[in-house]
């Protein structure tokens, strides 16, 4: 499958997602499920279709994770849903992948075949895609948490605080098992677990900022808008993390962690 097929492919897994997205207005589960099942599985066919046409799995560049991203906002949407039956999320989750499909559409960064032998490692995949689906949830709680401190303000009801803690506890889950394979992968690809390259050193204190708002939040006298911005803080460690690294000199000399462009 070569990437200029990626449109079509695309354009037929948002417009599914936007009518999931209005069937949960509608109230109409059902709908809701088909169409935005539906789309995803569209969305991973050309997914798996790159994987077998690169020989390998499509993680190495910005590009690359950017397609998971895309793919597992819907996703984290739909498992929302599910649990909550909160109707905004699914139309988040499909603008927002929108936004990340459009910016491969126009800077694709899709590379070789080739995979460096540190990335052949098993845990490499599972590293990464358990990574996507955490910044997925972790996005949808910054969202609502930007909702809560500059719309809502004090009408905000104690649910909406405990949308943001369910998406923050169940990201923030998804973020230890991945930084977790990433120590597996880190010992099979260079024989240690942890080395405190400048990848490592942000992720641990991306982790450690959202460990301090989930235990912040369990103090019984908190400030409910000062945990709203240590969450937007966390989220900007997450940001710096996740690509910020690249364009630091010391990464760009040292890490081994940063993307291919």
């Known amino acids: 499958m070569s990437w200029e097929y990626f449109v079509y492919f695309a354009v037929v897994s948002v417009l599914l997602w936007a009518l999931g ?23 991973l066919a050309f997914i798996l279709s790159m994987w077998v046409s690169l020989e390998r799995p499509p993680l190495r560049t910005m590009g ?15 498992m929302v849903y599910s649990r909550w039956h909160y109707k905004w999320i699914l139309t988040f989750s499909t603008i927002l992948s929108l936004v990340f499909i459009c910016v491969n559409l126009f800077k694709p960064e899709i590379h070789s075949k080739t995979l460096m032998p540190a990335l052949q490692s098993p845990w490499f995949a599972p590293h990464v895609i358990v990574y996507m689906f955490a910044y997925a949830l972790l996005g949808a709680a910054t969202v609502m948490a930007v909702y809560l401190l500059f719309f809502k303000q004090q009408s905000a009801t104690a649910e909406e605080y405990d949308i943001t803690d369910n998406l923050v506890g169940t990201g923030f889950a998804f973020m230890t098992f991945g930084m977790l394979f990433g120590a597996l992968w880190a010992k099979e690809a260079w024989g240690h677990y942890w080395s405190w390259d400048p990848k490592e050193t942000w992720a641990a204190i991306t982790w450690f900022s959202y460990l301090v708002y989930i235990h912040y939040r369990q103090v019984p006298s908190h400030n409910r808008r000062l945990a709203l911005w240590v969450l937007l803080v966390s989220f900007v460690l997450l940001q710096m993390c996740w690509w910020g690294i690249n364009y630091l000199p010391s990464a760009q000399a040292t890490s081994v962690h940063t993307y291919s462009n």
């Open 21 to 43: 997205a209005y069937a949960a207005w509608r109230s109409k589960s059902a709908l809701v499920y088909a169409a935005t099942g539906l789309g995803l599985l569209v969305f």
């Open 64 to 78: 690359e994770t950017r397609l998971w991203y895309s793919f597992f906002l819907p996703l984290a949407g739909l």
